[in-house]
């Protein structure tokens, strides 16, 4: 039986979820430029929501971990640094996106049993 998302130790953890997961794509930092005007029209013109993910004595790690590489495009090094900060504080923010892309990854994570919230970023 696997430990949950609650329940697990360091000592306990098991890493097999790198042999279910792809790392997502992304582009080389070269190939994208991003310039401050760009980010603050973003910021201005978006109605960002956060992504809080709630911790539990039901899910596992793995659960987690693939549900944030898969529905919020995180690495798994970045999910698997997420799923920790949830277990040790009892929520993450897990994302920031406009309303209604996290309203649809709070239902996407809903559907696979992960306890989670919107709040205005």
């Known amino acids: 039986m696997r430990p949950k998302f609650g329940c697990i130790t360091p000592q306990t953890r098991h890493h097999d979820h ?3 997961l792809t790392m997502p794509q992304t582009l080389e930092p070269a190939t994208t430029e ?3 005007e760009d980010v603050d029209a973003f910021f201005t013109t978006e109605d960002l929501w956060a992504v809080i993910v709630w911790n539990d004595d039901v899910t596992t790690f793995q659960t987690v971990i693939q549900a944030f590489v898969e ?3 995180h690495t798994v090094e970045r999910a698997d640094q997420l799923a920790w900060k949830i277990h040790r504080t009892g ?3 897990a994302a ?3 309303k209604d892309e996290a309203e649809s990854a709070v239902h996407a994570l809903h559907r696979r049993g992960i306890s989670a919230t919107l709040a205005r970023a």
């Open 34 to 36: 991003v310039v401050d």
């Open 91 to 93: 929520k993450a923010v």
């Open 18 to 20: 790198a042999d279910t």
């Open 71 to 73: 529905i919020l495009g």
């Open 96 to 98: 920031v996106r406009p």
